[in-house]
T-cell receptor, first 118, second 113 residues
Framework: GAVVSQHPSWVICKSGTSVKIECRSL??????MFWYRQFPKKSLMLMAT?????????EQGVEKDKFLINHASLTLSTLTVTSAHPEDSSFYIC??????????????FGPGTRLLVL | DQQVKQNSPSLSVQEGRISILNCDYT??????FLWYKKYPAEGPTFLIS?????DKNEDGRFTVFLNKSAKHLSLHIVPSQPGDSAVYFC????????????FGTGTRLQVTL
């Protein structure tokens, strides 16, 4: 199956600093990637849709200036949490879109990045 | 508004028996559905999908059933194994909405020996 990697797997940073998370599709090209956030014991919350070569589309309530997304190539999307604060601590997961047989689109997920802001 | 619901937060099944995980949806525009399995501190792993033109899809021990009139789908795991213990999410999508998926809240499956 399609493989998606994320780096780093976890990061601890000081309040006010910026953190960049990378998402790579390893064996397929992904014109569309997605960034999610998961709160403890909650479902996945879609933050934004990342489109290769164009601006990301953010979900309602997600600050685009705080969560910068860049999708510069067909295999790489990055999420930068700018001026991170403790409330930004969370588990961030990316996914990449691919087509299954029968033309069903699905998303393959990365392993996630645990962010802790002190 | 929770468009995809998994009303059972947890389920415990004995090894070797059938696990049935349920999912209900409200948006009739969804035309494909997927099941994901998730371990703690990991990303979800795709399991199986079904298009709205079908009512059943089978892949090894996993079978997904779709009842469009009831807006209900279920995932059957037979036989259940201890390694199946995880949180299972159902997700729904519409081919006309930029591939976005709407996820349910998850059901934690515990397969006991």
């Amino acid at each position: 199956g399609a493989v998606v990697s994320q780096h780093p797997s976890w990061v601890i940073c000081k309040s006010g600093t910026s953190v960049k998370i990378e998402c790579r599709s390893l064996d397929f090209q992904a014109t569309t990637m997605f960034w999610y956030r998961q709160f403890p014991k909650k479902s996945l919350m879609l933050m934004a849709t990342s489109n290769e070569g164009s601006k990301a589309t953010y979900e309602q309530g997600v600050e685009k200036d705080k969560f910068l997304i860049n999708h510069a190539s067909l295999t790489l999307s990055t999420l930068t949490v700018t001026s991170a604060h403790p409330e930004d601590s969370s588990f961030y997961i990316c996914s990449a879109r691919d087509l299954l047989a029968g033309d069903i689109e699905t998303q393959y997920f990365g392993p996630g990045t645990r962010l802790l802001v002190l | 508004d929770q468009q995809v619901k998994q009303n059972s937060p947890s389920l415990s099944v004995q090894e070797g028996r059938i696990s049935i995980l349920n999912c209900d949806y409200t948006n009739s525009m969804f035309d494909y559905f997927l099941w994901y399995k998730k371990y703690p501190a990991e990303g979800p792993t795709f399991l199986i999908s079904i298009s709205s033109i079908k009512d059943k899809n089978e892949d090894g021990r996993f079978t997904v059933f779709l009842n469009k009139s009831a807006k209900h789908l279920s995932l059957h795991i037979v036989p259940s194994q201890p390694g199946d213990s995880a949180v299972y999410f159902c997700a729904a999508g519409n081919t006309g909405t930029a591939s976005k998926l709407t996820f349910g809240t998850g059901t934690r499956l515990q397969v006991t020996l």
